[in-house]
Nanobody, 124 residues
Framework: QVQLVESGGGLVQAGGSLRLSCEGS????????MAWFRQAPGKEREFVLGISRSGSSTVYADSVKGRYTISRDNAKNTVYLQMNSLKPEDTAVYYC?????????????????WGKGTLVTVSS
């Protein structure tokens, strides 16, 4: 079955960087737009960034513009999230998600597949 597996989470000090990876299996990766969401304790899961199936187009939430970058390598079935200048409020479980390229919006209800998430903790 389809799997999305995130890795790279951990504990980092404020101002530091982390790089998350998400590898997909059992799906035609190049036919899917990919996204990262996050869910902080006690909060709703929120969209962070998205990238088109070719990687030519990206979308960012205002809260991470200039600090986070999304990229993908379709040959490796992998999408990446580079996080710089991390803040304590970035602490959350980060989820990778896939949406068929003909699908609708970047809303969480539009995603077809989800990973199980990886925890990022930013200490002050």
């Amino acid at each position: 079955q389809v799997q999305l597996v995130e890795s790279g989470g951990g504990l980092v000090q404020a101002g530091g960087s982390l790089r998350l990876s998400c590898e997909g299996s059992a799906l035609p990766f190049g036919n899917y737009n990919m996204a990262w969401f996050r869910q902080a304790p006690g909060k709703e899961r929120e969209f962070v960034l998205g990238i088109s199936r070719s990687g030519s187009s990206t979308v960012y939430a205002d809260s991470v513009k200039g600090r986070y970058t999304i990229s993908r390598d379709n040959a490796k079935n992998t999408v990446y999230l580079q996080m710089n200048s991390l803040k304590p409020e970035d602490t959350a479980v980060y989820y990778c998600a896939a949406r068929f390229w003909l699908g609708g919006s970047w809303e969480k209800g539009a995603m077809n597949y989800w990973g199980k998430g990886t925890l990022v903790t930013v200490s002050s």
